[in-house]
């Protein structure tokens, strides 16, 4: 297919077009979870596995999507929306906190949210990996963006005479590898820890990056 397939307008059952379009494109990405997140994974769902999981037809799926990689690619952003907005909300709630009470609820509520859904999980990190320089890209986008907000916080901690004034990103970036590795190993199974466990032990990692030996409490 070259382009998507002309969707119908006008209004339905008591829905419109748009809504109609919306309502299918959300049962699309739910059976993508599914599938995608789960059994029997991206590579091997069909867009016609993809349309029955969905209750659509293939030429629903063409009215909203080229190709399975457009799902992935919609999906993997959406996984990653729903955790950045759990942390946002977390950063507001704990502004107040002390810098090690501050980045303790922050990564929690990461952790939280993607480690919720098992899916989520496997999405994020194991089923965007190898399937495209164009899914690459986006994935490396994505983990940009965790390195600004952790760069930001940082930032934010040196502002307020917690953290050692730096440049941060290198840190950051080693710092993200950190968090995703770990998450993905708790998830398999393959760390011995509780997920409060695991989060103390990327909040003592972060502290150690902001306040490094020899640093003074209070110096800017």
Not at 64 to 74: I, N, Q, S
Not at 85 to 107: G, K, S, W
Request: aromatic residues 8%; hydrophobic residues 45%.
């Amino acid at each position: 297919m070259t382009g998507r397939l002309r969707a119908p307008t006008g209004r339905y059952g008591g829905k419109t077009a748009a809504e109609r379009q919306a309502e299918r494109r959300r049962r699309f990405l739910d059976a993508a979870l599914q599938l995608f997140g789960d059994s029997p994974g991206y590579r091997a769902t069909t867009v016609a596995a993809l349309s029955e999981a969905a209750g659509l037809s293939t030429r629903q799926f063409y009215e909203e999507f080229r190709t399975l990689e457009d799902v992935l690619a919609a999906l993997h952003l959406e996984v990653n929306d729903w955790a950045t907005a759990a942390v946002l909300a977390a950063v507001a709630d704990a502004d107040q906190l002390p810098l090690t009470e501050r980045a303790a609820a922050i990564f929690r509520a990461y952790a939280a949210n993607v480690t919720s859904d098992p899916r989520r999980v496997r999405i994020t990190f194991v089923e965007i990996i190898g399937v495209s320089a164009r899914m690459e890209e986006q994935r490396l986008a994505r983990r940009a963006h965790w390195v600004d907000l952790v760069c930001a916080e940082a930032e934010r901690a040196v502002s307020r005479g917690e953290a050692a004034p730096r440049d941060f990103r290198l840190a950051a970036t080693a710092f993200i590898g950190s968090v995703n590795g770990l998450l993905h190993d708790w998830n398999a199974g393959w760390v011995d820890a509780t997920l409060d466990e695991v989060v103390e032990e990327l909040v003592r990692q972060l502290v150690g990056i902001l306040q490094p030996p020899g640093w003074e409490s209070g110096r800017v």
